[in-house]
């Protein structure tokens, strides 16, 4: 063989060994690689491709879980085989954007004691969600809610076909409150005051509530000497009747103390005349009743009616303060006026206002038997002479910048009624949750379901996995190996 061939085949050894020092390196390099990703936290390594972007955290929870001071446990419970990947997806997001969020995956079935010292019944793929103060359950059906709407519910109740509804998402929502409740110092209490002919507070109400961890108790004012200390606020819900003078002085001694109140009144059943001891709470508070019934002269009417009043929100007030926008709408049924009193130390402000067309019939009674044998009866809620016009509060605080003490006062009985709180929940829950100081709502809208996500069966998974990460990077050094070799040889 001559120096010249030998020179070559040396020369081409070398090339083929160092391509397949190359190869290794890269090969080395794309593990390391894979190594130090799998050690960054999901929303670095996994984008929410989802097109109704269900694994995306408000702003309000980032705000929490970036601000915890302690550790939280969120225990997936979940047969082997049975994972949701939109739970598990939603889970790695809280943890990611906390180290004090640990999240863990709990097997019923290997572990079957586990979930018996928080709850005697636990559906799969529920989440608890732990701290050292104390424990929540949020069960799979407050993760995936269902809504009905009316048609539903209608076709339902005549053909007894079961409705479908439209599933939700609202996997954030639960698990937020969830850590909001376990690591909160206190939790505020709602006492809804009984005994006076009060409105009944629907589950609605009180489910959103809960959703803000407010806690809700009804109070028999003549029960108690004193407002319980744990009070985040105390609700006067329409009361057909007075309440009595011991009541209003355990009701001002706590305002003058710093509590808060929410009154709601009906323009029938409530005037100075008819309950003077709840009117002596308002007026220490710089606010009176205008009586007669309010109506609309101009469009803030809903639907023509000049009696269902469409007020402006006054987006400076502090009950705005907790609203994603001021630019909702809200409805007041059969309200009457709230004006403020001459000379009072309390700052007074308008919350929902009316128009400047806005009047005030006196007796509306009296002014449609006036009108009803005439040829125009509609002309009885049209303006008359004599009518006060103007402005009006239908809503309006009261607050004690000394002591930080406010009253709430709503003058339509149908203010958080089942019928109208779609429209007026969004402001009762901003008010609540002022009232309470609590310095953001957090109650979080579920994401409908209505878009299906990909779906990829285990057996996928494995099979491409073992594609990506093993057949790829061993076919690439045989392909190495080989080039290599058929250079070598020439």
């Known amino acids: 063989m001559s120096n010249n061939t030998k020179q070559n085949n040396l020369k081409t050894t070398k090339m083929g060994a160092y391509s397949a020092f190359l190869t290794l390196v890269v090969i080395a390099f794309v593990i390391v690689v894979n190594l130090m990703v799998g050690e960054l936290p999901t929303t670095v390594t996994k984008f929410d491709t989802s097109s109704l972007k269900l694994y995306t955290l408000t702003n309000s929870t980032i705000d929490i879980v970036e601000g915890l001071t302690e550790d939280v446990t969120m225990y997936y419970i979940a047969q082997n085989g049975t994972e949701d990947i939109n739970i598990e997806e939603m889970l790695n997001r809280y943890s990611s954007y906390s180290n004090r969020i640990k999240v863990r995956k709990i097997d019923p079935t290997s572990n079957p004691g586990f979930s018996e010292k928080y709850t005697d019944d636990l559906s799969n793929n529920s989440v608890i969600v732990e701290s050292a103060k104390r424990s929540s359950v949020v069960t799979n059906e407050e993760i995936y809610t269902k809504q009905y709407?009316?048609?539903?519910?209608?076709?339902?109740?005549?053909?007894?076909?079961?409705?479908?509804?439209?599933?939700?998402f609202n996997g954030e929502g639960a698990l937020t409150t969830a850590i909001d409740y376990v690591t909160a110092e206190d939790l505020p209490v709602l006492y809804i005051v009984t005994g006076h002919g009060e409105a009944i507070v629907s589950e609605t109400v009180l489910a959103d509530a809960k959703a803000e961890n407010i806690l809700t108790e009804e109070l028999a004012l003549l029960t108690v000497t004193e407002i319980p200390a744990d009070a985040?606020?105390?609700?006067?819900?329409?009361?057909?009747?007075?309440?009595?003078?011991?009541?209003?002085?355990?009701l001002l001694t706590y305002l003058d103390l710093g509590g808060k109140m929410i009154l709601v009144t009906d323009y029938e059943s409530f005037s100075d005349a008819k309950m003077p001891n709840l009117a002596a709470v308002?007026?220490?508070?710089?606010?009176?009743?205008q009586s007669g019934l309010l109506m609309e002269g101009n469009a803030n009417n809903f639907m023509q009616y000049p009696f269902y009043l469409l007020p402006n929100v006054n987006a400076e007030s502090d009950v705005a303060m907790n609203l994603n926008s001021t630019n909702i709408t809200t409805i007041l049924p059969f309200a009457h006026g709230i004006s403020k009193v001459a000379e009072t130390d309390k700052f007074v402000e308008g919350v929902l206002t009316t128009s400047a067309d806005a009047f005030v019939i006196a007796d509306l009674e009296a002014r449609i038997n006036e009108f009803v044998d005439s040829e125009t009866p509609e002309k009885a809620y049209e303006k008359q002479d004599g009518d006060a016009a103007g402005t009006f509060f239908v809503a309006a605080s009261a607050e004690d910048t000394t002591t930080g003490g406010k009253l709430l006062w709503v003058s339509s009985s149908f203010f958080i009624s089942d019928e109208f709180y779609s429209y007026n929940g969004e402001l009762f829950m901003s008010a609540l949750t002022m009232l309470c100081e609590k310095s953001s709502s957090i109650s979080i809208l579920g994401k409908a379901m209505q878009i299906q996500s990909l779906a990829v069966s285990s057996a996928a998974v494995a099979f491409w996995g073992a594609v990506l990460i093993l057949l790829l990077p061993v076919g690439t050094v045989v392909l190495g190996l080989a080039i290599w070799n058929r250079r070598r040889k020439r």
């Open 149 to 168: 709407t009316e048609e539903d519910i209608y076709n339902y109740y005549m053909t007894g076909m079961e409705p479908s509804g439209t599933t939700y």
């Open 232 to 250: 985040g606020a105390v609700m006067i819900n329409a009361p057909t009747s007075d309440i009595s003078e011991t009541e209003r002085d355990v």
């Open 282 to 289: 308002a007026k220490a508070w710089g606010l009176q009743a």
